[in-house]
């Protein structure tokens, strides 16, 4: 794990600022993403869909990775996706032990946190909902700008919409999409291993820190609590 390049302050924060990915990172909607993607396939196309290639289109907006998969198809199978996502959702999402307790620590020290997430808000919200997280704000979601992750523009976004300079911000998420977009935006990037991306490529980017659990990302957010 990199060093990040921040002393924390007196408060126990590296940085005052938390952005953090939804899919992946704050909930476990993996085994539910890959499940709609494949619903969608098999009921618009008649093909099977696997679970690597499914993984692959994880983080990033869900119409623009279904036309480029599917040209002829992309409409049809976002309505079948979203459909069957949110009938299924309460019945899939899961969620990351830890992350509720890691999110008290930074509201006790001080943090402002928010989700920034290729999500629609309204699905963003029930996610939050569905894992006992309703009362973090949603900054950016799908909706709020025209361009996506790994284009920084949510994370600016976001940043203007908390009032927050993005030096002062980290942006915590579990794919290259979201490690690049943090730089592009200039924030600080950590990594996650136990959503959707590959370890490997995540610590090929160079975050300040790639953490394989919630109590290692805890030590990194919060140094000073350690």
């Known amino acids: 794990m990199a060093r990040p390049a921040v002393e924390p302050g007196a408060d126990g924060l ?15 909607t993996i085994p539910l993403i890959i499940a709609s993607y494949q619903h969608a396939f098999r009921e ?4 099977e869909v696997d679970e690597a290639d499914a993984r692959s289109w994880i983080g990033r907006p869900l119409l623009p990775a279904l036309l480029e998969v599917a040209p002829d198809h992309g409409h049809e199978l976002d309505r079948v996706y979203r459909e069957w996502n949110l009938a299924n959702t309460a019945r899939l999402i899961r969620t990351y032990d830890g992350i509720v307790e890691l999110l008290e620590a930074l509201d006790d020290a001080g943090a402002r946190v928010a989700v920034v997430t290729s999500k629609r808000r309204e699905t963003a919200l029930l996610a939050l909902e569905h894992v ?10 799908l909706e709020d700008t025209a361009d996506h992750k790994p284009d920084p523009a949510p994370l600016r976004h976001g940043a203007a919409r908390l ?5 002062d911000a980290v942006y915590v998420g579990d794919a290259t999409v979201d490690l690049r977009a943090a730089r592009a935006a200039g924030m600080a990037a950590v990594g996650v291993t136990w959503g959707a991306g590959e370890a490997d490529e995540l610590v090929a980017l160079g975050p300040d820190a790639v953490c394989t ?6 030590g990194v957010l919060l140094p000073g609590r350690l």
């Open 14 to 28: 590296r940085w005052s600022t938390v952005f953090f990915d939804l899919d992946g990172t704050l909930a476990d």
């Open 44 to 47: 618009v196309m008649g093909v």
């Open 132 to 141: 006992g997280i309703a009362h973090v704000e949603v900054a950016a979601a």
């Open 163 to 167: 009032g927050v300079d993005p030096r």
């Open 213 to 218: 659990t919630v109590a290692e990302l805890s």
